[in-house]
């Protein structure tokens, strides 16, 4: 309160009862958009945004990457190293490069997250890579590119994993397979999904336009 001549006591509006909840609501609202963001972001993004990368871009010597176009899903991949936390955040990490690569017979063995929150939406989706691993189904493409070479896989099985025994899901096979699992830490209620896939050939090109070459 104040005084003022002629007027008397004015009471003064304290802005702090206004301005303290506008920021606590602005900030709950952004910490909402950035738990939603994969989801939110999936949603008004291209749903062909990655098969459109994949045509329009061939396979380079410097990265080896993972698309999944059905939930445009475009990382890239890393070799294992003994804290995977730091390498997740970035993308995909190959768990055991001796059990197989694109290139030999085996097991190529794959870990991403599927949830892990950011500090902006962008980051949250980014971390994110396989949020919508559910949506997909037996027969759904997936393309790896391996030391400058795009292979294609056909999802064969989707299997539900509880605890953190994935034994049985990485070892070596005599078959050229990619098996794609949530990273532990970013399952759900103790469960989590895998991915196992078939690889079908390899992806050339003839007049700039991609085509597969079955394998024999």
Do not use: C
Not at 120 to 143: E, V
């Amino acid at each position: 309160m104040r005084y003022v001549h002629g007027r008397g006591i004015i009471k003064q509006k304290d802005w702090k009862i206004l301005v303290v909840p506008m920021l606590l609501l602005i900030a709950v609202a952004y910490l909402a958009v950035t738990y939603y963001a994969p989801a939110l972001l999936y949603a008004i993004e291209p749903a062909d945004a990655t098969a459109k990368r994949l045509v329009a871009a061939r396979p380079g010597n410097r990265e080896n990457r993972l698309y999944i176009p059905k939930i445009n899903s475009d990382i890239p991949i890393s070799v294992s190293q003994r804290d995977e936390s730091e390498a997740l955040q970035v993308g995909a990490v190959n768990r055991k490069p001796d059990n197989g690569t694109p290139s030999t017979n085996g097991n190529f063995i794959l870990a991403a997250n599927q949830f892990s929150l950011g500090i902006t939406p962008f980051q949250t989706k980014s971390q994110s890579p396989l949020y919508h691993i559910a949506k997909l189904q037996k027969d759904d493409d997936i393309y790896i590119d391996f030391s400058g070479v795009r292979f294609a896989y056909k999802v064969q099985e989707l299997r539900l994993v509880f605890g953190n025994d994935v034994s049985d899901l990485e070892s070596r096979t005599a078959d050229k397979r990619l098996t794609l699992l949530v990273a532990e830490s970013s399952g759900k209620a103790g469960k989590r999904q895998a991915v196992i896939a078939k690889q079908v050939g390899r992806i050339v090109w003839s007049n700039n336009q991609p085509r597969l070459q079955a394998s024999n």
